[in-house]
T-cell receptor
Framework: DQQVKQNSPSLSVQEGRISILNCDYTNSMFDYFLWYKKYPAEGPTFLISISSIKDKNEDGRFTVFLNKSAKHLSLHIVPSQPGDSAVYFCAASEDGKLIFGQGTTLQVKP | DAGVTQSPTHLIKTRGQQVTLRCSPKSGHDTVSWYQQALGQGPQFIFQYYEEEERQRGNFPDRFSGHQFPNYSSELNVNALLLGDSALYLC?????????????FGDGTRLSIL
């Protein structure tokens, strides 16, 4: 029973356009959500996070939106760059442990 | 400022053997968590150590054990290795003093069981 789901295994966008990655969760007790980016042969790199008391957090080209009623969060990357091509994981925090989705592979085409 | 470091980077073992993986947390961090990532999956939580004690544990058998040292570094031990233990093992560190702080990951140890 997966508590955090990323239903799109892959996403392809053109350089300069917006990338939208989605994540759904089932446990309403989650109070902190994170996005990580992972390149091959490297560990996950922290990108951006959001507390459950907020509905939006922005950091440069990255914005995370949280819809608690729908138990849904999304990561927007604007504008997308070829260097953004990687696997993106969403994660939810439960008492300090992270529960991850399966990941979405983003390809940004030049 | 060194980030999270893990050793070794790669390891090959045979079924039934035992393995020890090591992790040094990011400077200023006092909590270490271990995750297992199978191919094509997201990382799965194994356990977390704080103040040299196991604070939380995921759904992993007792063959998986750990330790945290006074300098906050940590070890993950796996006994009686199975083929299914082949995976990337990730260590993450954080600072417990503040709530809602991100965990920072090392590059992992790739464990292959033959």
């Amino acid at each position: 029973d997966q508590q955090v789901k990323q239903n799109s295994p892959s996403l392809s966008v053109q350089e300069g356009r917006i990338s939208i990655l989605n994540c759904d969760y089932t446990n309403s007790m989650f109070d902190y959500f994170l996005w990580y980016k992972k390149y091959p042969a490297e560990g996950p790199t922290f990108l951006i996070s959001i507390s459950s008391i907020k509905d939006k957090n922005e950091d440069g080209r990255f914005t995370v939106f949280l819809n608690k009623s729908a138990k849904h969060l999304s990561l927007h990357i604007v504008p997308s760059q070829p260097g953004d091509s990687a696997v993106y994981f969403c994660a939810a925090s439960e008492d300090g442990k992270l529960i991850f989705g399966q990941g979405t592979t983003l390809q940004v085409k030049p | 400022d060194a980030g999270v470091t893990q050793s070794p980077t790669h390891l090959i073992k045979t079924r039934g053997q035992q393995v020890t993986l090591r992790c040094s947390p990011k400077s200023g961090h006092d909590t270490v968590s271990w995750y297992q990532q199978a191919l094509g999956q997201g990382p799965q939580f194994i356990f977390q150590y704080y103040e040299e004690e196991e604070r939380q544990r995921g759904n992993f058998p007792d063959r998986f054990s750990g330790h945290q040292f006074p300098n906050y570094s940590s070890e993950l031990n796996v006994n009686a290795l199975l083929l299914g233990d082949s995976a990337l093992y990730l260590c993450a560190s954080s600072f417990t003093g503040w709530s809602n702080q991100p965990q920072h990951f090392g590059d992992g140890t790739r464990l292959s069981i033959l």
